[in-house]
């Protein structure tokens, strides 16, 4: 664990504070009813911006080994997630003509959510997860999935094994790497000479404007635009050809990388680097309302939370995620506030919340105790809850989204 001092990028010295969220626990370490939570630990959480390059990033660093040896988040849980796999691999495979003979590399894979498409295809692929617990559930369910954190070296191993990648793929994982030119290092390494790296995260442009602060934790290292990606891939001979903007997760980008000089570089990214550059990115200026802006959605969700409770209102929330962990542990103790966090996924039902130690049961449990309000943690995917949850909404149950604001959404504003 150490202090940040230098930009993992470039190197530089001339970093800036963007925001500070306090001591906070790691964000998908849920605990069980036994465990001592006086043992919880709590590591500082605040984002830097390098003034050279422009890259935001974590001022602390916690080692993934502490985060991602057991997981507890499964994307199969969520059906826009699968919907939204599903569609990029038929896009993918068409666009690429991959077939029999192509090979398919997904960095951070999960439980096979996604590659299992290109399984069913006979598209031959390969995951790189490093959680043991979820590997294990993907291969399974038929996904071949190697248990180890992706960099050069294990790139250069797969590519020795199995050949060079015609595709590689990395969704919501590019962020968590702490090592950057190390992750770009292996894509260079693994990628066949006419091969595409695909990679989505979310985008650091949105956050800011949105005030998506709760997007932030130890996981996510780094909070991405396209500026200061240009020069990384550049470093380890790659280019961006294309991009994408994309609204899942609150706003993401898709970057299409390649070997330098193999694809014409599209006009999406020209034009996605000069709206940056008008908005700032590339300045301070850009970055110094942040902090102010989550204080006042902290003190909105706050005074709401104290309302309700002096009104004899129940309150429970919805969706035990790494962006529910942060905005309570912001908040503080609820105290008593918030009564339970139902949640779909069974690998988190039974378990206490990071920090805040709220119980977390079934999604059933919602409609059951009928609570007057649910916070809605996992505001990304609300629609698709909205939908799962219209008995709640239809017994007369509220859910309320803090972020950028605080929005009551009930059966009647529908």
Known sequence: MSTLEHCRACGSAELSLVIDLGLQPLANNLLAPNDSVAAEPRFPLDVRVCEKCWLMQLGFTVPPVRMFADYVYFSSFSAHMLRHAAEAVTRYTQEKSLGPNSFVVEVASNDGYLLKNFVHRGVPCLGVEPAANIAEV?????????????????????????????????????????????????????LAEDGWAILEFPYAVDMLQKVEFDTIYHEHIFYLNLTPLIPVFARHGLEIFDVERLEIHGGSLRIFVVHAGRQRIKNEVSATLAQERALGVDGLAFYAQFNNAAESVRAELSQFLDRQQAAGKTIAAYGASAKGSTLLNYLGRPSGHIRFIADRSTYKQGKLSPGMHIPIVSSEELVARRPDFALLLVWNFAEEIIIQQQAYLAAGGVFVTPVPQLKLISQSSR
């Open 138 to 190: 993907a291969r399974k369910a038929g996904v071949p999935t190697l248990c180890e954190f992706f960099g050069q070296q294990t790139a250069e191993r797969i590519r020795a094994e199995q050949g060079p990648a015609d595709l590689i793929l990395g969704n919501n994982v590019f962020a968590h790497a702490p090592d950057i030119n190390d992750f770009v290092a292996g894509i260079q390494a693994l």
